[in-house]
Each structure stands twice: as structure tokens, then as C-alpha cells.
């Protein structure tokens, strides 16, 4: 190959390699975007709105929804602190001369995973809630959801 076409290819696989971490990236803040407002916003928090939707849960099913969802929050909150500073050396080693496709590799893979396992452990904890709640109460949790709070409140048809 020539040199020219090495390098396109060098170039290409690079820039899509980093396109994939900022689409999962985009994904994993996406299906969280609910626990990612700021404290006020969190079920727990006395400043939260009124109107939100887990104030439609009963007492005990709200405080179970609290009990597993914070948690989780926060622990997807330290990932993502994590995976700030992982994105940081993922672009050390792109600007890094000579570049080192295997590291920079390893370092977008390592990102992509750490954003997979934010996925797992809110997939999990919502699972964890949908097994001990109605359907009713399981429609409420969707709405949370879908609806996070501080977004438009869903439109009647």
C-alpha cells in the first residue's frame, strides 16, 4: 500500500473509533438522562416537582423506587466522573506522536465499556423495580423514564 492510503485508513479507523465512544457515550446519557438532572431533580430530593410522575406511586412503592434508583444514580455518577478522565487519555493518546493505534484502541474500548456497564446497572435496577411492582405502578416507572423531569410533560392526544 502507499503511503497516502495508509495514512487515509489510519485517519478513517481513528475517527471512527472515536465516533463509536461518543454514540455509545450519547446512548448511555440518553436512556439515563433521568438520573443525570441535577439533585434537585432526583426522586429524593424535597425540591423535586410535585407533579412528577413517581409522586403517582403509593408511599411504599415510591420510597422502594428511592431506595434502588439513588443508589444506582450515584454510582453511575462516579462512572461517569471515571469515564471523563478516560476520555481525557483516550485524546492524550490521539494527539500522542507517533500515534498508537493499539493503546488508543484499548483506551475507546476500555470507555465504551465502562458506558455499557452504566447501561447494565440502570437495566438492572429498573428490572429490580418492575419485578416488585404492578402493571399500573410498572407504567409510572415507564413515564419516569421516558419523561424525565424538567422536560415537557407529555401532551395529551
Same mark, same amino acid.
Given at each position: 500500500m502507499n503511503k497516502r492510503l495508509k495514512t487515509?485508513? *489510519? !485517519?478513517?479507523v481513528a475517527s471512527n473509533a472515536l465516533?463509536?465512544?461518543i454514540v455509545l457515550g450519547e446512548?448511555? +446519557? &440518553?436512556?439515563?438522562? +433521568?438520573? /443525570?438532572?441535577?439533585?434537585?431533580? *432526583?426522586? &429524593?430530593?424535597?425540591?423535586c416537582c410535585a407533579s412528577s410522575p413517581e409522586k403517582q406511586l403509593p408511599d411504599a412503592k415510591r420510597?422502594?423506587?428511592?431506595d434502588i434508583m439513588h443508589p444506582a444514580w450515584e454510582k453511575m455518577q462516579a462512572t461517569r466522573a471515571k469515564i471523563d478522565n478516560e $476520555? $481525557? $487519555?483516550a485524546l492524550s493518546l490521539l494527539k500522542a506522536e507517533p500515534f498508537d493505534e493499539k493503546a488508543y484502541r484499548s483506551q475507546v474500548q476500555h470507555i465504551a465499556d465502562m458506558h455499557a456497564q452504566i447501561r447494565r446497572d440502570m437495566t438492572?435496577? /429498573?428490572? $429490580?423495580l418492575a419485578r416488585q411492582f404492578?402493571?399500573?405502578?410498572?407504567?409510572?416507572?415507564?413515564? !419516569? !423514564?421516558?419523561? =424525565? =423531569?424538567l422536560s415537557a410533560p407529555p401532551q395529551p392526544r
Open positions: 487515509f485508513l *489510519m !485517519i478513517s465516533l463509536i465512544g446512548l448511555s +446519557y &440518553s436512556f439515563s438522562s +433521568y438520573f /443525570v438532572q441535577n439533585a434537585a431533580t *432526583m426522586p &429524593s430530593s424535597p425540591d420510597k422502594l423506587f428511592e $476520555k $481525557k $487519555k438492572a435496577a /429498573v428490572t $429490580k404492578t402493571p399500573q405502578e410498572r407504567a409510572i416507572l415507564a413515564d !419516569i !423514564i421516558a419523561h =424525565p =423531569p
